[in-house]
Nanobody
């Protein structure tokens, strides 16, 4: 079974930055739409961004737009989530997953629909924002 691998989480102060990585050893990420998700304790998993292979667009939920940026390095077969101006409410386990093209967009992110379409989930990486 194909599985993605997340890394780069850690403890950061409010206002700080972190860069998460999502990699795969058994398929080429450039051929897939890659979504980033997070799940805080006691809350449902939510989508935060999607990098579209279909139209090349980067899509973000309203809760992270302007603070988070998704990018990719095809040579390293890795997708990144650059997180800036972090807030305590960003504390969560962050996951990446492949996403169908029809769910890789702003509406699906903000309604939560994208979460139902995620595949090839990784184990996640913990991000804690605290003073």
């Amino acid at each position: 079974q194909v599985q993605l691998v997340e890394s780069g989480g850690g403890l950061v102060q409010p206002g700080g930055s972190l860069r998460l990585s999502c990699s795969a050893s058994e398929f080429t990420l450039d051929y897939s739409n890659i979504g980033w998700f997070r799940q805080a304790p006691g809350k449902e998993r939510e989508g935060v961004s999607c990098l579209s292979n279909n139209d090349g667009g980067n899509y973000y939920s309203d809760s992270v737009k302007g603070r988070f940026t998704t990018s990719s390095n095809d040579a390293k077969n890795t997708v990144y989530l650059e997180m800036n101006s972090l807030k305590p409410e960003d504390t969560a386990v962050y996951y990446c997953a492949t996403v169908p093209s029809w769910l890789c967009g702003r509406v699906a992110l903000n309604t939560g629909a994208i979460t139902r379409g995620g595949r090839d989930w990784g184990q996640g990486t913990q991000v804690t924002v605290s003073a």
